[in-house]
């Protein structure tokens, strides 16, 4: 498995506490995202499961993808999930200049609101692989934009964790309040197909509600 921890540390959280990781809560609310779609493969699978527990979750959504795929976005709008911008091209901030990736997310954007037909109120990012410079985080604070990284990963892109750990990964460490990541995508979903279902009835049989970001 990847260095990165499954919990993000509390050292970490502080060290950037303009992001969100989690949200703070007494309540039994869980805060499921999706990373990395549209894709047909696997997104109306994620919608279908999602909506047998009555759960809404929060999408971060390649711009390229979407333009591919407008069907499959629209089908996440018609669920009323949340959406969120995942850079055009799932670029990596750290190989890239500042101003072309703000330049990125802004396309991303451009397609979103194409999409919305009107530009979203609520401007939610996640950067692809967590990694974002603070002058990129800075830059994105001041066009308004939420960044929203995670509580809890469950690793299910990763092919060295097997379905099982993949759901242990989470129900080992999610709590409330949590920001977990899923990927729905083809890289990610014999693990995420596995452990989606079970995540959800879990928590669910313990009372917990699954809500969309904001």
């Known amino acids: 498995m990847a260095l990165t921890p499954i919990k993000s540390p509390l050292v ?3 060290m950037f506490p303009n992001y969100v990781w989690d949200i703070a809560t007494n309540e039994k609310v869980l805060y499921l995202t999706f990373d990395d779609g549209p ?21 971060f959504c390649i ?11 629209q089908n996440i709008l018609a669920n009323e999930h949340a959406i969120g911008n995942h850079t055009h091209n799932h670029i990596k901030g750290w190989k890239t200049t500042s101003k072309n990736y703000l330049d990125n997310i802004a396309i991303a954007n451009k397609v979103m609101n ?24 800075k830059g994105l604070l001041e066009l308004g934009y939420k960044i929203i ?24 460490k999610a709590t409330n309040g949590s920001i977990i990541v899923f990927h729905d995508s083809v890289k990610a979903s014999k693990n995420m197909q ?18 969309s970001i904001f």
């Not at 999602?50 to 809404?56: C, D, I, Q, S, T």
């Not at 609520?122 to 410079?133: A, C, D, M, S, V």
């Open 149 to 172: 990284m995670w509580d809890v990963l469950s690793f299910d892109w990763e092919k060295n964790v097997t379905p099982e750990n993949c759901l242990k990964n989470v129900t080992s």
């Open 63 to 73: 711009g390229n993808n979407i333009e591919k795929h407008p069907e499959i976005f």
């Open 39 to 59: 894709t047909p493969e696997i997104t109306n699978w994620t919608l279908t499961t999602l909506k047998k527990f009555n759960a809404k979750a929060t999408f």
């Open 114 to 137: 194409y999409e919305l037909k009107i530009e979203s109120g609520e401007k939610l990012f996640r950067p692809p692989y967590g990694q974002i410079t603070p002058k990129q985080g």
């Open 12 to 14: 970490i959280k502080k």
């Open 194 to 211: 596995f452990a989606l279902p079970k995540v959800l009835e879990y928590y669910s049989e313990r009372g917990f509600k699954f809500k």
